[in-house]
């Protein structure tokens, strides 16, 4: 009898799948196939499983919980990005795209099995409490976060405002697991922030692509404008920018182009291959230099290498994070949805960037001489090896001899270098302590300079 029981849910639950199909896909019946007797078979042993699990198990499992579970499972296993939203967590992703909601400031994702930190936001506690893209979360409030899915991961970090949560994070290079004790917060993020850096330069830093941010961005460079009269140049700012709505980057880079594809979509529907062009009307007249790293994803990824195959910007930085993939949330009747991976976007030229990011035209890691200098001690070279080859026709220079005056005024043999003062960290945004930021106004700078000299330079007969 459990058996028939059995074979006429899964019979049940086949049907509701081709439904589920149908009414998601919007393409007819037509365009659906049958379920086979394998997608069959695989249904009828997912209710043999739930029936043993809900008689046997040591407590009371709910048949919602356990189908929840099962979806999960399900969606957890296409992609690190696809999953399913309870009613919740849907009004809290609405409210995101808003640009306010609640907790901690951190954009994370899974890579190779572990949660890891997109970026922080900026003007967050995980910013504000040095948390930093790459990271990986280990634990949240003691518990391992192993297995555990984003949906489950974010719960977790979100809550009251004032709560406290504390994460423990592995960081490479510090051996021992770090612990932030952070007090959870109203996350109100404004997606610009602009101001001029020099007479005639401007700076446009994007934190996220929410439902304004083209609007403000344009408010913004008409302000930089009316400033300087007429800006010389733009630095664009997408460093631990870790994406948001594919429109907005859209026309983010429309703002800088007058024609041209910006990107494009390929997915296995029809409605998935989605072609973007700029159209004439842009800020086409200064030059820019788009910043990027290792927290730049998504949409960040979208306009950088947009601007980088049109020749309109030059891309300064570190390699970007490679989210080459687009998300559509798929609501549900219940008040639930799915966010689910439905294409994957190109740039122009035909590049994808899923896993590779965007290679930026000029490699610059935005570390001070010290911390430089710090890095290169704890690298390991050839002659750290035991056994390597000396060269035998280098010759060998001794060391230099280290004196110290002594009180007495003579001096001493041997004695330890004096340390220098530890050198000021990076402050992004910072003229004269942001290493990125120095250099891509200096290129902005040099940018004129090599025009006004070609200009002057007569034609060859």
């Known amino acids: 009898m459990q058996r028939q029981r059995n074979k006429i849910l899964a019979g049940l639950l086949a049907w509701a799948v081709v439904m589920a199909v149908v009414s998601l896909g919007g393409h007819g019946l037509e365009r659906v196939s049958a379920v086979d007797r394998n997608a069959y078979e695989g249904l009828e042993a997912f209710t ?3 029936a043993i699990v ?11 919980k356990l189908i929840e579970g099962a979806i999960n499972g399900m969606l957890n296993g296409l992609d690190p990005h696809s999953a399913y939203l309870t009613p919740e967590l849907y009004k809290e992703l609405q409210v995101d795209t808003e640009g306010s909601f609640g907790g901690l400031g951190i954009e994370i994702t899974l890579r190779d ?4 930190v997109v970026s922080p936001i900026e003007d967050t506690p995980a910013y504000r409490a040095g948390i930093k893209a790459g990271d990986q979360i280990i634990k949240i409030e003691g518990e391992l976060t192993k297995d555990m899915s984003l949906v489950e991961a974010v719960k977790k970090m979100r809550g009251p405002k ?16 770090i612990d932030f004790s952070l007090n959870r917060e109203i996350i109100r993020v404004q997606s610009v922030k602009s101001r001029s850096l020099e007479k005639g330069y401007g700076y446009a830093r994007l934190t996220q692509f929410q439902d304004r941010t083209n609007t403000d961005l344009e408010n913004a460079l008409s302000t930089l404008v009316a400033e300087n009269g007429k800006l010389e140049g733009l630095v664009l700012d997408l460093r631990n920018n870790p994406g948001g709505l594919l429109s907005q980057a859209v026309k983010v880079t429309d703002l800088f182009l007058d024609s041209g594809m910006i990107v494009y979509t390929e997915g296995r529907l029809d409605n998935q291959k989605q072609k973007y062009f700029a159209h004439a009307g842009g800020y086409t007249e200064f ?7 290792g927290g730049s994803a998504s949409a960040s990824e979208i306009v950088a290498g947009a601007l980088q195959d049109h020749g309109r910007a030059v891309v300064l930085g570190t390699k970007t994070f490679g989210k080459g993939s687009v ?7 219940s008040g639930a949805a799915l966010r689910l991976t439905t294409a994957l976007y190109f740039t122009p030229n035909g590049r994808s960037i899923q896993v590779t990011g965007v290679a930026p035209d000029i490699t610059l890691e935005n570390l001070t ?7 290169e001690q704890r690298e390991i070279r050839e002659e750290n090896l035991r056994g390597h080859f000396d060269n035998k026709k280098q010759p060998v220079v001794p060391a230099p001899e280290v004196r ?4 007495e005024g003579g001096t001493k043999r041997d004695a330890e270098p004096v340390q220098p003062e530890p050198e000021e960290e990076v402050k992004e945004g910072e003229l004269g302590k942001d290493p990125q930021l120095d250099r891509a106004l200096q290129l902005l700078k040099s940018w004129r300079v090599f025009k006004t000299t070609v200009a002057a330079v007569p034609p060859q007969q």
């Open 48 to 50: 043999d499983v739930l």
């Open 54 to 64: 809900q008689k046997h198990y040591v407590e009371e499992a709910s048949t919602q």
């Open 113 to 116: 099995g572990l949660l890891t």
């Open 162 to 177: 004032g709560s406290k949560v504390v994460i423990s994070v592995r960081r490479e290079g510090v051996p021992r697991l």
């Open 287 to 293: 030059p820019i230099v788009v910043l990027v790293n």
């Open 327 to 333: 998300q559509t949330i798929l609501p549900l009747e």
């Open 369 to 375: 001489p010290t911390q430089v200098a710090a890095r």
């Open 404 to 407: 110290e005056i002594s009180p």
